[in-house]
């Protein structure tokens, strides 16, 4: 069973690339290795499992369409974890460009690879940012998400669209995977809790946007990949009862659907820092700041079709993830 992940030096990508291993899958890795933040911590994950006679690892980008066509060609993957793309919502705003080339030039590279290639079955990662201003809570797939807040946002609806019409096209099954804040050890550096961390233990100040008054629907990164495992032995199917007079915007008559995955369980921001602090044994210094462009107050996920197809919620606890986090993150800074 040869899988094919890309972002397999990232975040959520080499807790996903360590677990196929873990079950004897063969698994070829994608990276571009890029410096939207310190590219020694993706070599770092790397390492952990890139000496694995099941692994091989490519430090190519998605929008190289040349050599993304060879991988496929090379190892002919039964299946495709796309998780590679660039992320963060405020950097799109200072840097849309990027999106583009990442996200949507690099996403079709992906599909048009499954498609010729004959892929089994093709999970994305989309974001909650999709949801953008709505405000019926909590956040369902079954609800219209045709309002994004940036680009970043609009980049992963957008991918959930294009996927559609691969799925409609060419019968390639697709399921897109709507993330809720990803945390836990081996994060990302741009993340509230990394930057959080940072700060507390340096004395420095951390800044609070929207005074305080988010929730966020943290998920831990255990949780994200079981789902993700879960999902991708079952290969998405059409919706038979799909009516264009009721149209339902998580499911189609195409083999093609879409999922959260979330905590289901909402926090308040200052909640979160508290968990922090006590984790710590410190005290944060707080700087209170507006919202910002991009960003939505809550998230909250509804994840019931989860459950009811796949028998799985996340359930990992606030404290219990700050907690993981913070023993990796002072052992890997010794601090």
Not at 162 to 171: F, I, K, Q, R, V
Not at 240 to 259: F, L
């Amino acid at each position: 069973m040869t899988i094919l992940v890309t972002g397999s030096a990232g975040f959520v990508g080499s807790f996903l690339v360590r677990r196929l291993l873990a079950s004897g899958a063969e698994v070829i890795g994608i990276d571009n290795h890029n410096d939207y933040y310190d590219p020694s911590l993706k070599e770092a994950r790397l390492a952990a499992f890139s000496s694995d006679a099941n692994y091989k690892h490519y430090r190519i980008d998605l929008s190289d369409r040349k050599m993304i066509d060879e991988v496929f060609e090379e190892h002919k993957p039964r299946s495709v974890v796309n998780l590679a793309a660039q992320a963060g919502v405020r950097y799109s705003i200072e840097n849309p460009l990027a999106y583009i080339q990442s996200n949507i030039v690099g996403f079709c590279h992906i599909l048009e690879g499954c498609r010729h290639h004959h892929v089994g079955h093709l999970v994305y990662a989309s974001s909650s940012s999709v949801y953008g201003a709505n405000t019926s809570m909590p956040f369902s797939v079954h609800h219209n998400v045709d309002h994004p807040l940036s680009l970043y946002a609009a980049s992963k609806k957008s991918n959930e669209l294009m996927a559609h019409t691969y799925s409609h096209l060419y019968g390639l099954p697709t399921t897109g995977l709507r993330f809720f804040t990803v945390y836990g050890p081996w994060g990302r550096p741009d993340m509230a809790l990394f930057k959080f961390t940072k700060a507390i233990l340096a004395g420095e100040p951390i800044q609070i946007f929207n005074y305080g008054k988010h929730r966020r629907d943290f998920t831990y990164i255990d949780d994200i990949v079981e789902g993700i495992v879960r999902i991708l032995d079952r290969p998405a199917f059409g919706n038979t009862e799909w009516n264009s007079d009721h149209p339902d915007p998580g499911t189609s008559k195409a083999p093609w659907r879409v999922y959260n995955i979330g905590s289901n369980s909402p926090v308040q921001l200052m909640d979160f820092v508290s968990a922090l602090e006590n984790e710590l044994g410190r005290k944060a210094n707080v700087e209170m700041l507006p919202l910002q462009p991009g960003d939505v107050p809550d998230t909250y996920a509804d994840v019931q079709d989860l459950v009811n197809e796949f028998g799985y919620k996340p359930g990992t606890t606030v404290q219990e993830g700050v907690s993981q986090f913070v023993a990796w993150y002072r052992d890997y800074f010794k601090v």
